[in-house]
């Protein structure tokens, strides 16, 4: 439909073998897409490595992990953890004895915040200072993953950083309208952008989504020099977020989540790709489906697309474990409700007239607006109450499957690499995890 450049087919290739090194760039938290990638390098015996964010305490000061911690979050990994703290994004940075962009954000109120004004010298004064402290924690931290590289080694950079929103309790307020706010309670996603505490927010998103990627593939410029060098390869993945390709009405038409906020920073992101893949390196952002995880369940709504895989499945050459699946899924529903109901459901959402509207790629990531948002959450609330238990649902055990096949797709994708933006759409996921259940 938009001659995405996707991923068509199921790669195969094994680069990856015991002696490589995995390096996690990102702590890893709770849900989220990076177990997936991690089963995938455990499964193929390389050695794991990760990073932390480090913790605030009560003064705002960042540290790296205290022993009870750094055991605990090794444990999660199943590798070991460069102990220094990696905290992306700037609104907890300032010059010394300056207000950092959360403590300039501390007066704004819900009668306000559309008309308050930031100091942009100091904002950008705290960039400056976060970034600096960033690349510099990198730098260092590179400097340690160095002695943990053989010589001769593949690597695999995984990065997984993302978000960036400031902790101001106005946003709170704020975010419950934009993304959860139906009738009255309905805000528009652009007011937000247009005015300072947006743009701020935005800046934010760039630093921790997209500029950290950049500052990955710079900052282990000498260790990539080195390996390939002693003959082994480097390669980098990024996950990215620009819409999936889902069946509507029999067919694989682009749709999106909108507002999708954090779109602009993905787009940085892919860039970045691009500029690294220019200069031969070989780096990749893989924009996956739709799941739910801890951050996106702030998006009400965003889920509705993982349905349509379960028609996927049975279009890809969907057999048996397949049709377990659906038996899965109708399970999870009140008795009296049937999931071909539910399907038809979110099949009359996608082609509504309401819904059409926000096919439109070009024009990504569109502001939400009253109908739109009304239909989207009132369409996620609806499903949700279709279900035996609202905390064991259909999306639920979809984004399960959807984390498996980004694994192993991404895994061997950067093995047999296409290019530095592929679009994982819900065909070669279905194909996939047909064939790996099969």
Known sequence: MNNLPSLNHIPQVNLFRPGDVFVLFGELFGRGYATGLIHEARQAGMTIVGITVGRREKDNTLRALNEEELAAAETNLGGKIINLPLMAGFDMDAPAGEPTPTELLGSMTLSNWTESKLDWAQVERCRTVGTQRFRDTVAAAMAQLDALIPDGSNVLFAHTMAGGIPKAKVFLAIANRVYKGRGDRHMSSQTLLDSDLGKLILQNFDEVSANTFGHLIEGSGAIRARVEASGGQVRYSAYGYHGTEILVNGEYVWQTYTNYTQGYAKMRLEQI????????????????????????????????????????????SG?????????????????????????????????????????????WPMPNAADQADMTIGTSDDIVRQHKDSKALITDLLSTLVVESTGHLMFHGVAEPQGPVLWLNHDVIARQLNQAHA
């Open 273 to 316: 790709a691009r500029d690294a893949w220019a200069k031969g390196i070989k780096a990749t952002v893989f924009n996956c489906p739709e799941i739910r995880t801890n951050s996106s369940d702030v998006f009400a709504g965003v889920e509705l697309p993982l349905f349509a895989l379960l028609n996927a499945l049975k279009k890809e």
């Open 319 to 363: 057999g048996a474990w397949a049709d377990s699946q659906w038996q899965a899924c109708q399970a999870l529903l009140n008795d009296g409700v049937s999931l071909e109901g539910t399907l038809q459901v979110i099949e009359n959402f996608h082609q509504s007239d309401t819904m059409r509207v926000f096919r439109n790629f070009e024009a």
